[in-house]
């Protein structure tokens, strides 16, 4: 059984960075496709990064292109999200989420992800 555990939110100020991490237990992350998604109160749970587990595709939503990234570390079988430029007034939790070798036109779908984690929430105000 693959576990998915988040940790790194909290309150930043509009404009700071924050990195969130995701470690993976029960699978390595080398056969793992994985997801950060966000949901703001009220709304629908959306697509922010994935990239695949063979590596090379990776997709990240038009709102957060060239703020934020997606990286691995192997040998801690963590995935991390890197946030900078953090936009005011928002508060949403980030999920991670996992897929057992799923493809890259799989990424950007949270149907297609069979494991999540608990969420970590992230409040931007100044």
């Known amino acids: 059984q693959v576990q998915l555990v988040e940790s790194g939110g909290g309150l930043v100020q509009p404009g700071d960075s924050l990195r969130l991490s995701c470690a993976v237990s029960?699978?390595?992350?080398?056969?793992?496709?994985m997801g950060w998604f966000r949901q703001a109160p009220g709304q629908r749970r959306e697509f922010v990064v994935g990239n695949a587990w063979s590596g090379g595709a990776i997709f990240v939503a038009d709102s957060v292109k060239g703020r934020f990234t997606i990286s691995r570390d192997s040998a801690k079988n963590t995935v991390y999200l890197k946030m900078n430029s953090l936009k005011p007034e928002r508060t949403d939790v980030y999920y991670c989420?996992?897929?057992?070798?799923?493809?890259?036109?799989?990424?950007?779908?949270?149907?297609?992800?069979?494991?999540w984690g608990q969420g970590t929430q992230v409040t931007v105000s100044s």
């Open positions: 029960g699978r390595t992350l080398s056969t793992l496709t």
């Open positions: 989420a996992a897929q057992h070798l799923g493809a890259p036109s799989r990424i950007v779908d949270e149907n297609t992800y069979d494991y």
